[in-house]
């Protein structure tokens, strides 16, 4: 099982409607949690984290924890255009020292 | 500007050489990293170092060599033994112990091409 996994998608979604990125991951004792947004060509930047069950909002974005189930999901309301981008899923692992990153799901926000 | 400056942006390697990527950091940051990115992939680690002189490998570190002499650098070499170079090149950095809220942040990385 890989440590953090994603649907690589594409998640095509229309304009202003909510898109859903859902990420699951194997290590239970993960306290943190990062999403990161990769435009085409370009190199990931920080959008969201995250570190208790439940939800933290910032923004049109939300991020959803749930420790129980293993997963950690990414909600972005009103989608535009612009945030058609990969969304990249990360874990820190290996006694907290590295981050390891799932493979990315791709939005597709159409008008 | 406080950041993470890689060069270069674009780079050839000819079959049998060995080429340098530079990322420099002055973000006073202790940890540093070194990721892989296959087109429509995601990020492998290939190296990372936490203090200065010491490092670790990643996932993929065959084909790869790096130092750690001072705080700020953190080059990466790959090596002619690295068959299949052609990728997306990240670097980053990040204060220590990831748990504590910390997070990494990346260079505008380097394009690597094999010709």
């Known amino acids: 099982q890989k440590e953090v996994e994603q649907n690589s998608g594409p998640l095509s979604v229309p304009e202003g409607a909510i898109a859903s990125l859902n990420c699951t991951y194997s290590d239970r004792g993960s306290q943190s949690f990062f999403w990161y947004r990769q435009y085409s060509g370009k190199s990931p930047e920080l959008i969201m984290s995250?570190?208790?069950?439940g939800d933290k909002e910032d923004g049109r974005f939300t991020a959803q924890l749930n420790k129980a189930s293993q997963y950690v999901s990414l909600l972005i309301r009103d989608s535009q255009p612009s945030d058609s981008a990969t969304y990249l899923c990360?874990?820190?692992?290996?006694?907290?020292?590295?981050?390891?990153f799932g493979a990315g799901t791709r939005l597709a926000v159409h008008p | 500007d406080g950041g993470i400056t890689q060069s270069p942006k674009y780079l050839f390697r000819k079959e049998g050489q060995n080429v340098t990527l530079s990322c420099e950091q002055n973000?006073?940051?202790?940890?540093m990293y070194w990721y892989r990115q296959d087109p429509g992939q995601g990020l492998r680690l290939i190296y990372y170092?936490?203090?200065?002189?010491?490092?670790q490998k990643g996932d993929i570190a065959e084909g790869y060599s790096v130092s750690r002499e001072k705080k700020e650098s953190f080059p990466l070499t790959v090596t002619s033994a690295q068959k299949n170079p052609t990728a997306f090149y990240l670097c980053?950095?990040?204060?220590?112990?990831?748990?504590?809220?910390?997070?990494?942040?990346f260079g505008e990385g380097s394009w690597l091409t094999v010709v």
């Open positions: 170092s936490q203090i200065v002189n010491d490092f």
């Open positions: 980053a950095s990040s204060k220590q112990n990831l748990a504590s809220g910390n997070t990494i942040y």
């Open positions: 995250i570190y208790s069950n």
């Open positions: 990360a874990v820190p692992s290996g006694g907290y020292n590295k981050l390891i």
């Open positions: 973000l006073n940051h202790d940890a």
